[in-house]
């Protein structure tokens, strides 16, 4: 059975992933205008109807017709649409497994959350008895998720050393440059000529073997220049990236070319660099935990909807629109 990750809702506090289910053919696209209300598919007892896939799928449809353009639009277009009825199932699945375990959730947990969404800037209005039935399902979802997973979830500490030996390059520190720097800010904006001058001026005295914090006090216009132009320590990763290029190839008391950068014409020092080190499996371990914690929960979250869709009558109901064929259906019944 074939897996694809999905986005989690707004409300959902981890990923819930998306498995597809394996019917032999594309569905149609949804968005046909000519197309009539009708049941696309049937889970249990319930039905998804053609405009609850389109409601699913209409701000994927306005993403994928903004973003892309050619041939390939429609095909993604279909893809995503079979991906909306394919989440729409799942939750229908949920729901139902949710009212057969008598999850509730009160009007008054629906009130704060919608009064929580609105302080932190959602369109979800309280007086809107929509608004309030979907955080009503986000919340269902969100509690029988809880009961079928978390509680069942164990970490051992062994697991969590394997975690880190296995996947220690994620838990290093990034190597650390300590830098000074020449740098030279052109008068106007027609001054960089002058500007590369006075800078090629700086490199032929550092060839000479003048100090370079001599030079940097001559001839920088930073406001570092007094104290021989020394910017201290900094991480890779943090310098803009015409600067980040010329560094990593100094090593300790090398001089870099004249870089023309947004900041000016610069000249770069390194004066001592410290190495990729790793975090401790100690000071990284809550880190872990989640990281472990968080993968176990999606696997667990996949193993349960498979099981609640073997158990579950679901029908797919398709047409080929363009050949005007007669509807099909896919059953997987438990």
């Not at 932190?120 to 608004?131: K, M, R």
């Not at 073997?209 to 020394?230: C, H, I, P, T, W």
């Not at 023309?260 to 020092?269: L, M, N, Y």
């Not at 158990?311 to 050949?323: G, M, N, S």
């Amino acid at each position: 059975m074939k897996r694809v990750s999905l986005r989690s809702d707004r409300l959902i506090r981890f990923k819930l992933p998306l498995v597809l289910l394996a019917i032999s053919t594309w569905l149609p696209a949804f968005s046909e205008a000519h197309l009539q209300d009708r049941i696309v598919a049937i889970v249990n007892s319930e039905l998804i109807m053609l405009s609850d896939v389109k409601r699913e799928f209409e701000t994927e449809q306005e993403r994928l017709s903004r973003e892309h353009r050619g041939n390939d639009l429609p095909q993604r277009l279909k893809t995503a649409e079979y991906m909306a009825l394919t989440k729409l199932i799942e939750r229908r699945l949920q729901l139902q497994e949710a009212k057969a375990k008598r999850v509730e959730v009160s009007d008054l947990e629906v009130k704060h959350a919608l009064e929580q969404m609105k302080r932190q800037g959602s369109p979800f209005d309280i007086t809107n008895t929509n608004h309030m039935q979907t955080v009503r399902e986000q919340l269902l979802l969100m509690r029988v998720v809880d009961l079928h997973i978390r509680g069942n979830i164990t970490v051992g500490d062994s697991e969590l050393k394997r975690f880190y030996q296995e996947h220690r390059d994620r838990f290093a520190l990034p190597e650390e440059y300590q830098l000074s720097q020449i740098i030279i800010q052109p008068r106007s904006p027609d001054g960089l000529a002058d500007a590369l001058t006075k800078a090629r001026r700086a490199m032929d005295d550092l060839k000479r073997g003048e100090k370079f914090e001599e030079v940097a006090m001559q001839y920088s216009d930073g406001a570092n220049a007094l104290q021989g132009g020394r910017l201290g320590w900094v991480r890779q990763g943090e310098l803009i990236p015409a600067i980040e290029q010329a560094v990593a190839r100094l090593v300790p008391g090398g001089i870099s070319n004249i870089i023309e950068s947004p900041e000016g014409i610069q000249i770069i020092c390194m004066d001592d660099r410290k190495p990729k080190q790793f975090r401790r499996y100690e000071d990284a371990r809550r880190e872990i935990h989640e990281l472990v914690y968080q993968q176990k929960s999606d696997d667990m979250y996949q193993s349960w909807l498979v099981d609640l869709k073997n158990k579950a009558y679901i029908e797919i109901k398709f047409e080929q629109v363009a050949e005007k064929a007669q509807p099909q259906s896919v059953r997987s019944t438990p």
